[in-house]
């Protein structure tokens, strides 16, 4: 079975930095595209970043987030800088069972369960 994992989540101030980890189980993602998106109530859940063996970014991340991950860990990370309160919301890491570059959720297929990242002002 396999299972997605994250933390590092919590209450930060604005300006703010926060690490989240994922930590994969049941299978090993090596090269696949692993990914983190978003979700605030009521909104759809939003793309933020992925990696194959390199990182891309969506427009809200692109200067302030960084993807990164370690193979041997079956791990990947997100750093988050310069935190706004609109970066307020679930951060969700998701994998693939293949690779490609994909930033909406259906192309997805293993989810974690989700780490809260509050930023307060």
């Known amino acids: 079975q396999v299972q997605l994992v994250e933390s590092g989540g919590g209450l930060v101030q604005v300006g703010g930095s926060v690490r989240l980890s994922c930590v994969a189980s049941g299978r090993t993602f090596g090269g696949n595209t692993m990914a983190w998106f978003r979700q605030v109530p009521g909104k759809e859940r939003e793309f933020v970043g992925g990696?194959?063996?390199?990182?891309w970014y969506s427009d809200i991340a692109k200067g302030r987030f960084t993807i990164s991950r370690d193979n041997g860990k079956n791990t990947i990370y997100l750093q988050m800088d310069f935190l706004r309160p609109e970066d307020t919301a679930a951060y969700y890491c998701?994998?693939?069972?293949?690779?490609?570059?994909?930033?909406?959720?259906?192309?997805?297929?293993?989810w974690g369960q989700g780490t809260q990242v509050t930023v307060s002002s």
């Open positions: 998701a994998g693939r069972g293949g690779g490609g570059i994909y930033t909406t959720p259906q192309w997805y297929d293993y």
């Open positions: 990696i194959t063996s390199t990182p």
